[in-house]
């Protein structure tokens, strides 16, 4: 997915690997609190997700069906740390030593909105 972040109104965008919860209240990620990314959610908590399932030709745009998240971010601690870290790992084995690391925080996004983009211009806003 493509986090997006921003402090003192400089947006920046990045490539994270994540978890949804069943049921779609949370997502959750893992980085470096040494990253850009921290820095930016220390500033301020909003984020979006974009996700698609798009193919690499250019020529696919209409058949295309794409995920906005809107939420607020937070470094989680202790037993809770534990759980979504299990969470992402579960999904994402390969993040595990990733997520071992003690420099490493574990963001679990409370959820707002999901939006839904298909055709190109067909949007659903589901609220959370």
Not at 16 to 37: I, N, P, S, Y
Not at 57 to 85: C, H, L, M, P
Not at 108 to 128: N, P, Q
Request: with cysteine; aromatic share 8%.
């Amino acid at each position: 997915a493509v986090l997006g972040t921003s402090k003192d109104d400089e947006p920046y965008s990045s490539l994270v690997g994540f978890v949804v919860t069943d049921d779609l209240r949370e997502l959750v990620f893992a980085t470096m609190r040494q990253r850009l990314k921290y820095r930016n959610l220390e500033a301020n908590p909003r984020v979006t997700f974009m996700i698609d399932d798009r193919n690499v030709q250019d020529n696919d745009f209409n058949e295309t069906t794409s995920v906005t998240i809107v939420g607020s971010a937070a470094d989680v601690k202790g037993k809770e740390r534990e759980k979504y870290a299990s969470l992402l790992v579960e999904r994402h084995p390969i993040l595990a030593d990733f997520v071992g690391s003690p420099d490493c925080a574990v963001i679990r996004v409370a959820i707002d909105k999901i939006y839904v983009v298909s055709d190109f211009e067909s949007v659903v806003m589901i609220g959370v």
